[in-house]
Nanobody, 123 residues
Framework: QLQASGGGLVQTGGSLRLSCATS????????MGWFRQTPGKGREFVAG????????VYADSVKGRFTISRDIAKNMVYLQMDSLKPEDTAVYYC??????????????????WGQGTLVTVSS
């Protein structure tokens, strides 16, 4: 129901755009988030956007470099990643959270998860 794509290998300072396609239910009433995970660590919140698309929040580590957006009509969520750094290397996951169900930054408040897409930033 959530399909993330767009990962790949990029050099430091480069850009990537991740996409998350939603299907099977109406996610227009869900907050959407991006998380990332590196080996040996838990999932880390990256960015989230409210169900209406009117508000976005970011982890401090990506603020000013990443932009989350959503196209409700197309059932898509995006993460534009600019000025990438080696420490951004991770598997990135998109996730959906029922609206009004909890803080958008909190992993265990999300109800659906995509399969992840690998982003590798070379130094």
């Amino acid at each position: 129901q959530l399909q993330a794509s767009g990962g790949g290998l990029v050099q430091t300072g480069g850009s990537l755009r991740l996409s998350c396609a939603t299907s099977g239910r109406t996610f227009s009433t869900y907050n959407m988030g991006w998380f990332r995970q590196t080996p040996g660590k838990g999932r880390e919140f990256v960015a989230g956007i409210t169900w209406g698309g009117d508000s976005a929040v970011y982890a401090d580590s990506v603020k000013g470099r990443f932009t989350i957006s959503r196209d409700i009509a197309k059932n898509m969520v995006y993460l534009q990643m600019d000025s990438l750094k080696p420490e951004d290397t991770a598997v990135y996951y998109c996730a959906a959270q029922r609206r009004f169900s909890g803080p958008i930054r909190v992993e265990n408040k999300y109800n659906y998860w995509g399969q992840g897409t690998l982003v590798t930033v070379s130094s």
